[in-house]
């Protein structure tokens, strides 16, 4: 395992049977990576950073700027040549608990995706990230409600394998890994790309809050002109070596930036 850390995106395309191809004409995509947490601290999160930093990077698809606070979360001019979000064409949370955000930063970033049209991906964390924040869950799709299996081996059924970076990992596939169960979460507005498989679960863990047996853990989404993509996938740390997940999280990149189509059409469990 320790040598994929050092594939590149081309190199894991190839692995997993990927077509690879060239960047195409035209100037690379900003893509602002956040990765700051307030309360838990998950030690992921800067191989996180640095691996979607090294996927663009290598596959000349985006530039990424890294940041571990909120400032550029703001379309208002900047001093000292800093970047705000005018110039970002997607934006990546893997971020925790109720950021320092006023109420002006908070309408620019929802303005940002839902008017401007720009893309939004969220790993793990970023769904227990403003929690308290109505309009935030609303974007992303959902927010923490337990992990009531704590880190296991997570059954998982790929529901749409045709959605870009889901067929590496098969029809099915186990992980080990923390999945969150989800709440203000509904089909009605979201497209699962993966869920637990129910029928391999402990139901009888009292934490265990939704009745319906529909642990989401991937989606896609629209969100005004907006892209969102979540993926609770990446508490463990070596998962972000594994080349399926490197080719997802570049392919929902690429999707979030508007470099290739999906359809994000909701539709029921199967």
């Given at each position: 395992?320790?040598?994929?850390?050092?594939?590149?995106?081309?190199?894991?395309?190839?692995?997993?049977?990927?077509?690879?191809?060239?960047?195409?004409?035209?100037?690379?995509?900003?893509?602002?990576?956040?990765?700051?947490?307030?309360?838990?601290?998950?030690?992921?999160?800067?191989?996180?950073?640095?691996?979607?930093?090294?996927?663009?990077?290598?596959?000349?698809?985006?530039?990424?700027?890294?940041?571990?606070?909120?400032?550029?979360?703001?379309?208002?001019?900047?001093?000292?040549?800093?970047?705000?979000?005018?110039?970002?064409?997607?934006?990546?949370?893997?971020?925790?608990?109720?950021?320092?955000?006023?109420?002006?930063?908070?309408?620019?970033?929802?303005?940002?995706?839902?008017?401007?049209?720009?893309?939004?991906v969220g790993f793990h964390s970023a769904a227990i990230t403003f929690t308290d924040w109505p309009e935030y869950v609303a974007m992303v799709g959902g927010a923490y409600d337990e992990h009531p299996w704590d880190t296991f081996s997570a059954p998982v059924i790929v529901?749409?394998p045709a959605f870009p970076g889901m067929a590496p990992w098969g029809s099915a596939f186990t992980l080990t890994d923390e999945i969150y169960q989800v709440k203000s979460f509904s089909r009605t507005d979201t497209r699962v790309l993966m869920r637990l498989d129910a029928?391999?679960?402990?139901?009888?863990?009292?934490?265990?809050?939704?009745?319906?047996?529909?642990?989401?853990?991937?989606?896609?989404?629209?969100?005004?002109?907006?892209?969102?993509?979540?993926?609770?996938?990446?508490?463990?740390?070596?998962?972000?070596?594994?080349?399926?997940?490197?080719?997802?999280?570049?392919?929902?990149?690429?999707?979030?930036?508007?470099?290739?189509?999906?359809?994000?059409?909701?539709?029921?469990?199967?």
């Amino acid at each position: 395992m320790m040598l994929v850390r050092f594939l590149g995106p081309l190199a894991v395309a190839a692995a997993i049977g990927l077509p690879v191809l060239a960047q195409g004409p035209g100037p690379k995509k900003q893509l602002l990576v956040v990765g700051e947490e307030k309360g838990y601290r998950h030690a992921a999160v800067t191989r996180a950073m640095v691996t979607i930093e090294r996927l663009g990077r290598e596959s000349g698809l985006w530039d990424t700027v890294i940041r571990t606070d909120t400032e550029a979360l703001t379309k208002q001019k900047l001093e000292y040549n800093a970047r705000n979000l005018d110039t970002f064409d997607a934006v990546v949370f893997y971020t925790g608990g109720s950021l320092e955000m006023d109420d002006q930063k908070r309408a620019d970033f929802l303005s940002a995706i839902r008017d401007d049209g720009k893309g939004f991906v969220g790993f793990h964390s970023a769904a227990i990230t403003f929690t308290d924040w109505p309009e935030y869950v609303a974007m992303v799709g959902g927010a923490y409600d337990e992990h009531p299996w704590d880190t296991f081996s997570a059954p998982v059924i790929v529901e749409d394998p045709a959605f870009p970076g889901m067929a590496p990992w098969g029809s099915a596939f186990t992980l080990t890994d923390e999945i969150y169960q989800v709440k203000s979460f509904s089909r009605t507005d979201t497209r699962v790309l993966m869920r637990l498989d129910a029928s391999r679960l402990d139901l009888s863990n009292p934490r265990v809050h939704r009745k319906d047996g529909d642990f989401a853990v991937t989606w896609a989404k629209s969100y005004g002109k907006g892209r969102v993509f979540y993926s609770t996938l990446g508490h463990v740390e070596a998962n972000w070596d594994r080349p399926e997940m490197q080719a997802m999280v570049t392919e929902a990149i690429k999707w979030a930036l508007g470099v290739v189509e999906a359809d994000v059409t909701p539709r029921p469990m199967r």
